[in-house]
């Protein structure tokens, strides 16, 4: 083993452990730290038995293990621990150190983190690192940002343990300053709550308005993941759907219907709202698992509330079709939105995001991975500037073969009472977003009405802003304008 560690990581549960493995694996030595130094034996005496990594039991130890610049990963638990271990650790470090923390951080927090760890004469990252235990292990999606002085010396471990695209391109690049990496990340979480609504939404029209068993909708997504579909969530999907319990009934119809989260879909949601981006897909997603937490009141009100009874009439195998369509569909809105977001996002950050990098380093290791991440980046080849993925000519194509399948689910979902939130919103953003004239001026007028919030005219320029006394009993004075 070499006289000094090439990386340390702090934090041996899950993630942190199998990237531990993983950076080995790739020529690394590692040391390890964690609170609990009994786990640091057994992780040792165990899965790390044998190999190049150092085990530690204090922080002084530990950074005295690592080779100059020392580069420090946290692996623990968001918010207030990491601020602590920050705090834990500086006293130890010198100048050029650079500490990484790779938990689900909420982006605020990694811009504040760099400020301060550079006011120390010290480097900071912020990384997202999406796949899961498996993906920690065999190769992640790795999307980092913070200190770009700090990017030659960690380049080697990220892109060495990073998954790998066809090509053999590394899934990790820099994103960007301070929080645009964990920015990134929590965009990917909240892309990665939409698909998988709209393929709960598929599921449950195939269960309860078709009346499909587990395993005729086990082949329906094994079919689907052959096509423009073909992702790690339908093939999980897939997966799921063919699992028999112990007595050789289907697992996932034991499975009670309340969902949980961690909160990036809506930290997503909050972010589109400060900006001003219409994430409404992704926003139905985190509501739809908030209203599947309300289990007890949903029974109370499925005995009192009426609608209208599921019962299909029609070409079943034509309406697949056209679930598919609708799928399909509904994806490309969700990254079309989310990736308006982290366009709105550079600009009030002043961030210089690779979007079509950003496409690459999601086709591999993260639980969005999917071939359609590969038109997104050639969208950006083909035109950085464009304004939305709906206006690139594959993607518009795609929408218009799509959207009469489309129209067809939403409206029969409808019509039988099947919620499908997700698919019906991204319908809705469509055709507002494709709509020239929105009902946006009667809005305004009621604005204008009741608290003098001033409109724009059709017949006048862009910044002239005008009041009306609708009443007659109203003022000329007008209230100053300004948008949220």
């Known amino acids: 083993m070499k006289q000094l560690s090439d990386i340390g990581l702090i934090g041996l549960a899950v993630m942190g452990e199998n990237l531990v493995l993983n950076m080995e694996s790739k020529g690394f030595t590692v040391s390890v730290y964690n609170r609990s130094a009994e786990k640091v034996d057994a992780f040792l005496s165990g899965r790390g038995k044998g190999k190049n990594i150092r085990g ?26 990491v601020d602590e271990m920050i705090e834990t650790l500086i006293p130890h470090l010198e100048t050029g150190d650079i500490l ?9 927090d990694t811009n504040r983190r760099t400020a301060y760890v550079e006011s120390k004469g010290l480097l900071y990252i912020g990384t997202g690192v999406s796949g899961g235990e498996e993906g920690a292990l065999l190769g992640p999606s790795i999307m980092p940002g913070g200190s770009k002085k700090a990017w030659p010396a960690v380049k080697p471990v990220f892109q060495s343990i990073a998954a790998k695209v066809d090509d053999g391109t590394p899934c990790c690049d820099w994103v960007g300053e301070n929080g645009a990496g964990h920015f990134v990340k929590m965009v990917h979480n909240g892309i990665e709550y939409g698909d998988m609504q709209l393929i709960t939404e598929a599921y449950q029209i195939m269960r309860d308005l078709l009346g499909m068993s587990a395993d005729e909708m086990h082949l329906v997504f094994k079919e689907w993941n052959k096509g423009d579909l073909d992702s790690y969530l339908i093939e999980i999907t897939r997966d799921i759907l063919a699992y028999k319990d112990t007595d050789g009934k289907p697992l996932v119809d034991r499975i009670l219907d309340t969902a949980g989260q961690k909160g990036t879909g809506k930290w997503t949601g909050v972010a589109a709202l400060d900006l001003g981006i219409p994430l409404t897909l992704i926003g139905e997603a985190v509501f739809s698992r908030c209203l599947s937490a309300i289990k007890d009141e949903r029974v109370k009100a499925s005995k009192i509330l009426n609608g209208p009874p599921a019962k299909f009439k029609g070409d079943k195998a034509k309406f697949l079709s056209d679930l598919k369509d609708a799928v399909y569909a509904s994806k490309i809105v969700s990254y079309a939105q989310g990736y308006s977001l982290m366009k709105a996002a550079a600009e009030e950050y002043k961030w210089d995001l690779n979007y079509g990098g950003i496409a690459l380093m ?18 950006f080849d083909n035109n950085k500037t464009i304004t ?4 690139d000519p594959f993607f518009k194509e795609k929408v ?44 305004q007028a009621q604005r204008d009405y009741f608290g003098a919030h001033t409109y724009e005219r059709i017949d006048k320029p862009r910044g002239e802003f005008f009041h009306t ?15 949220v």
Request: hydrophobic content about 40%; overall charge positive.
């Open 56 to 81: 530690t039991h204090s922080i002084a130890e530990f950074v005295k293990s690592l080779e100059r610049p020392r580069k420090l990963m946290l692996m623990i638990k968001a918010g207030s621990a």
């Open 469 to 483: 006394n609708w009443t007659g009993r109203g003022g000329t004075t007008a209230s100053s304008t300004y948008n």
């Open 362 to 379: 999601w086709r591999g290791g993260c639980i969005i991975r999917s071939v359609f991440l590969g038109k997104i980046k050639e969208a």
């Open 388 to 391: 939305n993925l709906l206006l």
């Open 100 to 108: 990484i923390d790779g938990g689900n951080t909420h982006f605020p």
């Open 400 to 443: 218009d073969i799509a959207q009469n399948g489309w129209r067809n689910v939403v409206a029969t979902a409808v019509t039988n009472g099947i919620p499908a939130p997700a698919i019906s919103s991204a319908l809705c953003y469509y055709d507002g977003y494709r709509c020239e004239k929105l009902p946006a001026n009667l809005l």
